[in-house]
């Protein structure tokens, strides 16, 4: 009969219980920061969101707005609901609102490439997150490149998400709420409207718990599984493409944000614990679980039109999914070249979220404005 292995000291057991209680206190932390941080964000740009989307009279246009949009209010959700809404009231057609939609999944990825900043004054852990953030910008950039061009020119999203939209015509009237509306959205309020709910002063609180919370998380996750650490990631998380896509894709649909998902997964591979081959598929099941927030906001409004939109939302991710996964080799590469550039140019990272995500669309936008 085999040995029992001994009993753990009653020590030792208050120490992993105490180390999974700061975990989950840190996991708690980290998704609060992420919602004041929209939230705050939302106090500032919302009205300039909702100005600019108004503005919209050229695809090029739309396009650079949806990504300025996203970046300011922090959430591709919220930017696609509020489209899906302006196409329902009748204030923007279809035509203009797709590439807004495309736009928004480009500055959706922001959060996760700040969230790599975390790392940035430990160079071993900075040049495997930030190519790991940057990842999802790599994977939306090639899709808009490529299908916004053949949108433009011959609407194959378009058409097939009218015909996706004649059969959902009349759906409507119900709603699923993501488990964050309860336990998170509640407390980010409630410290927004204490601190005044003024962006300035709700960012740096926000900022301290998005680092906070990360470190905590990342440290005591090591400490809880030890030597194991790689098979716990493997067998629950990464165990294979398949099993990444579908944890990425419920996870988001579930809590209905890409953002957290995608940036929960940056200080794992900060800390060598997934690879970028491994990231991908999660990634792009992330991609396709945020556009559930739209679709089921079009339903309710019972609107063709608003139905057609949160589609081609939908498809234009199914789309770049069916491209750039066979391909995947494209954005692995440009992902790692990023890393291997601020490997030896740290401040790199900071010049590229401002010309990325700044600098270029308001540029743009300002120029095709004329």
């Not at 120490?15 to 996991?27: G, P, Q």
């Not at 809404?85 to 203009?96: D, I, M």
């Not at 480009?106 to 852990?125: A, Q, W, Y």
């Not at 996964?325 to 401002?354: D, E, H, M, N, T």
Request: charged fraction near 10%; include cysteine.
């Amino acid at each position: 009969m085999a040995d029992k292995p001994p009993p753990q000291a009653p020590s030792s057991v208050f120490k992993r219980i105490l180390r999974i209680a700061i975990f989950v206190t840190a996991l708690y932390a980290f998704l609060l920061s992420i919602e004041m941080i929209s939230g705050s964000l939302k106090l500032l740009g919302m009205p300039f969101a909702e100005w600019l989307i108004n503005l919209t009279n050229h695809p090029v246009i739309g396009l650079f707005i949806g990504i300025l949009v996203t970046t300011l209010i922090q959430s591709s959700s919220a930017t696609t609901s509020l489209v899906v809404c302006f196409v329902a009231a009748g204030t923007l057609s279809v035509e203009h609102a797709i590439p807004i939609v495309m736009g928004a999944n480009i500055g959706t990825t922001v959060t996760n490439t700040m969230v790599s900043l975390f790392h940035i004054s430990r160079k071993d852990e900075f040049i495997r997150a930030f190519p790991a953030a940057t990842l999802h910008d790599m994977f939306n950039i090639l899709s808009v490149i490529v299908f916004f061009t053949i949108e433009v020119f011959f609407h194959p999203i378009g058409y097939v998400s009218s015909k996706l939209a004649q059969g959902f015509a009349g759906v409507g009237g119900f709603k699923v709420a993501s488990p964050l509306a309860f336990v998170v959205k509640p407390v980010a309020r409630a410290i927004i409207h204490l601190l005044g709910s003024k962006f300035y002063f709700t960012l740096p609180v926000a900022a301290v718990l998005l680092f906070g919370g990360l470190k905590f998380m990342v440290d005591e996750m090591r400490k809880l599984v030890g030597s194991k650490t790689e098979v716990f990631i493997d067998r629950y998380l990464f165990g294979g493409p398949v099993r990444a896509f579908l944890v990425g894709l419920t996870i988001t649909a579930a809590i209905q944000s890409s953002s957290i998902t995608t940036s929960f997964a940056v200080p794992l591979a900060g800390a060598g614990l997934i690879t970028l081959q491994q990231l991908f598929p999660y990634v792009l099941g992330a991609n396709i679980g945020t556009t559930v927030t739209a679709i089921l906001a079009s339903l309710v409004t019972g609107s063709p039109l608003a139905i057609q939109v949160a589609f081609a939302h939908l498809l234009f991710n199914i789309f770049g999914t069916a491209l750039w996964y066979p391909l995947k080799i494209v954005p692995l590469s440009l992902a790692r070249l990023l890393g291997k550039i601020v490997s030896k140019r740290r401040w790199f990272a900071l010049v590229y979220i401002a010309v990325i995500f700044v600098i270029i669309p308001v540029g743009l936008i300002l120029l095709l404005r004329r």
